[in-house]
């Protein structure tokens, strides 16, 4: 059984940090695209970051140099590290494991991540 499971979302204030993991399980093998997307009310699900199995990482622009992504191959997780957070960055994150390029595949349940003073 596929399984996808996020972890670390809540409330922080502007300027704050939050840690999201991602745990994936089953069929889900550590050569896998890991990502991370959000989507924030009323918008579109966006790419957040993405990391292959052989750890080249890709940022969207907007959290490119405040959020880092990292994967253990070992134990087939991955984390965002997310710095210097802002209210644009309230969304609900959701994690995917996907055998090709970011996007299929798998996904999670989602995180809710709050930015607000």
């Known amino acids: 059984q596929v399984q996808v499971v996020e972890s670390g979302g809540g409330l922080v204030q502007p300027g704050g940090s939050l840690r999201l993991s991602c745990a994936a399980s089953?069929?889900?093998?550590?050569?896998?695209?890991l990502a991370w997307y959000r989507q924030a009310p009323g918008k579109q699900r966006e790419l957040v970051a993405s990391?292959?199995?052989?750890?080249?990482?890709n940022y969207a622009a907007s959290v490119k140099g405040r959020f880092t992504i990292s994967r253990d191959n070992a134990k087939n997780t991955v984390s965002l590290q997310m710095n210097s957070l802002n209210p644009e960055d309230t969304a609900v994150y959701y994690c995917?494991?996907?055998?090709?390029?970011?996007?299929?595949?798998?996904w999670g349940q989602g995180t809710q991540v709050t930015v607000s003073s």
């Open positions: 995917n494991a996907s055998p090709f390029s970011p996007g299929g595949g798998y």
């Open positions: 089953g069929s889900i093998t550590n050569m896998y695209v």
């Open positions: 990391i292959t199995s052989r750890l080249t990482s």
